[in-house]
């Protein structure tokens, strides 16, 4: 031990009562879990874990994940005594209150220690199998003097029963990372009561059978939680090691149970544990010699910091780290210049999944940060591109993940590469099968993460797969998701345009909503419409009475009803909005232009058309689909929805004759 061993429980000591005090002033929380983790989280902290508190995000620091993101206090707790800026002692007083960075599950926009928001059982440790994966790939890239970081998780048993926790173990274990080492809060309990309430697996062994190495210790001895991680550390498959604790140590009456997990302790109790634990400051008050080893914890780490700046100053590579690890992506305007001059020149009739791979082709060759991949569906998302070969544990300078059957796990590795930094992840799956992945889709919105899903067979369009297959809800769901940018462009062109968006977001995650099926050419220039949000594609001709509003494949149906209706005499714009959101952040005189108040609005999208009368309004028309699909060729189906020209054009006169008489 770099400290000795007697300083280490004194230091413990303050993470509990400083958990057991913010819980209890705050009125709320979860005291149990730091309290039981204090030990452990002491012992990584003095001795392995590699920071710098005055570099909280300095790139090859150790990533530190607190999966149990209920137990907040904790890496509170850890911050402030190992001399981070923030929180600060006030701020630990102003535990889960209105603006306190110190919110309930801790976030990583509030605080430059926390590497990733928690909270949603489960998703803490698969980020951080991203975080590792990315840290394998960059050190292929970089080498071993710029790139050599571990990933710790502290996971607690909610984090390993969560179905996610199958696909994040599956992954890690396959691709041998070994640099990831997990340490399991093993109290035997969770809300309820006793883990034998719900659980009898043998998760050591789910673990072994899934490639990885397991050790078991003491989590309240110091010197065996020490073996166990060098054991987890020597070992070259990632690791899991079981801490066998008691929540809420030192709580007299409580530990131990499940009353411990997420309730103030009480006055009464906590007083009990202070005099068990011979701790006699005041709350919020630390003794200055505790307070002074745990600062002393971060010198090393500084060192360490300081000698990597000078090797990244003098490596050829290090400028280039710098870059990537800052988020800055190379111009994409002239690097797609060529690619959007031929699309111009020669307009292709082809599926926006297919569009994607041909703007991916140029994106991946130009930009070397992306890192693709596909829930075992690469053919069909279109996602693999020369550039992106494949990675492995044999080869972790590909480019492109097969994350097998692992919806959920792929999304939330996404999030893990994006918040490490160094990588922009992109990953495809059906876009029925976002459900799968959804939390994880809405934790890349609220992290701020530049991750890309690519969701392909976006509506009824995919054809004979049927309902089970075909999004009908999912498109305008998936746009409820606050900063989460919804793309549904409508050709090769469109496409292009809206991966350059996509990819100039560096603190949202986009969606990309792609066909199956071909579609016919709708723009003729590469003049970044879609930035736009919505755009009016083709002026009516005839006064304009009516504005047909489309995305994605049903663009060409409004360009086939607004024909139909200037041959009756009707003008009609044609608008479409390849996104939403950033239509609405265009200012009202722009919107009120390509949405006039006075035309009869209708909308034309081939899913649910809840949400549409925002642009609609209450008297517009809004053509969709409310209810499942059906399996079908899909031309057949967009003549039995009544997503086609003769279909719509009725309704429109007829509304008409209603507005008129
Ligand atoms: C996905 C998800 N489901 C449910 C919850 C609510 N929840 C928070 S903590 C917890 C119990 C977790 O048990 P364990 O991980 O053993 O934590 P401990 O009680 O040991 O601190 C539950 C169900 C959650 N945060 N996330
Ligand atoms: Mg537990």
Known sequence: MSLAARKLQPMADAIRVLAMDAVQQAGCGHPGMPMGMADVATVL???????????????????????????????????????????????????????????GHPENTELAGVECTTGPLGQGLAMAVGMALAERHLNARFGDDLVDHRTWVVAGDGCLMEGINHEAIGLAGHLKLGRMIVLWDDNRITIDGAIGLSSSEDIPARYRASGWHVEACDGHDFQDIARAIAAAMADDRPSLVACRTVIGKSAPTKQGTHHAHGAALGAEEIAAARLGLGWTAAPFELPADILADWR???????????????????????????????????????????????????????ATRKASEMALEVLTAGIPDLLGGSADLTGSNNT??????????????????????????????????????????????????????????????????????????????????????????????????????????????????????????????????????????????????????????????????????????????????????????????????PCAELFLEQDAAYRAAVLPADALKVSIEAGVTLGWERFTGTDGINIGIDRFGASAPAEQLYEYFGISAAAIVPKITAKLGLLTA
């Not at 010198?299 to 280039?320: I, K, T």
Request: neutral net charge; glycine residues 8%.
């Open 45 to 103: 902290y003095s001795r392995f874990l590699k920071f710098d508190p005055a570099a909280p995000r300095w790139p090859d620091r150790d990533r530190f994940v607190l999966s149990a993101g209920h137990g907040s206090m904790l890496i509170y707790a850890l911050l402030h005594l190992s001399g981070y800026a923030a929180p600060t002692m006030a701020d630990i007083r102003n535990f889960r209150q209105l603006h306190s960075p110190c919110a």
């Open 296 to 350: 002393s914890l971060g010198v090393a780490g500084g060192e360490a910091r300081a000698a990597w700046e000078q090797r990244v100053a003098v490596d050829s590579h290090g400028a280039e780290l710098l870059r990537a690890m800052a988020g800055e992506l190379p111009p994409l305007q002239g690097l797609m210049q060529a690619y959007l001059d031929s699309l111009v020149a020669k307009p292709p009739k082809v």
């Open 384 to 577: 693999r591109t020369k550039a992106t070969p494949t990675l492995s544990a044999d080869n972790y300078a590909g480019r492109y993940v097969n994350y097998g059957i692992r919806e959920f796990g792929m999304a939330a590795a996404m999030n893990g590469m994006a918040l490490h930094f160094g990588v922009v992840p992109y990953g495809g799956t059906f876009m029925v099968f976002s459900d799968y992945c959804r939390n994880a889709i809405r934790m890349s919105a609220i992290q701020q993460a530049r991750v890309i899903y690519v969701l392909t067979h976006d509506s009824i369009g995919l054809g004979e797969d049927g309902p089970t297959h075909q999004p009908v809800e999912h498109i305008m769901s998936l746009r409820a998701v606050p900063n989460l940018l919804v793309f549904r462009p409508a050709d090769a062109i469109e496409t292009a345009e809206c991966w350059m968006l996509a990819l100039d977001q560096a603190t949202r995650p986009s969606v990309l909503a792609l066909s199956r099926q071909n579609l016919a050419p709708v723009r003729f220039d590469a003049d970044m419409k879609s930035a736009l949000g919505a755009y009016c594609l083709k002026p009516a001709e005839a006064p304009r009475i009516v504005v047909l509003i489309a995305t994605g494949s049903e663009v060409e149906v409004a360009m086939t009803t607004a024909a139909a209706l200037e041959a009756q005499g009707i003008g009609a714009d044609v608008v479409s909005m």
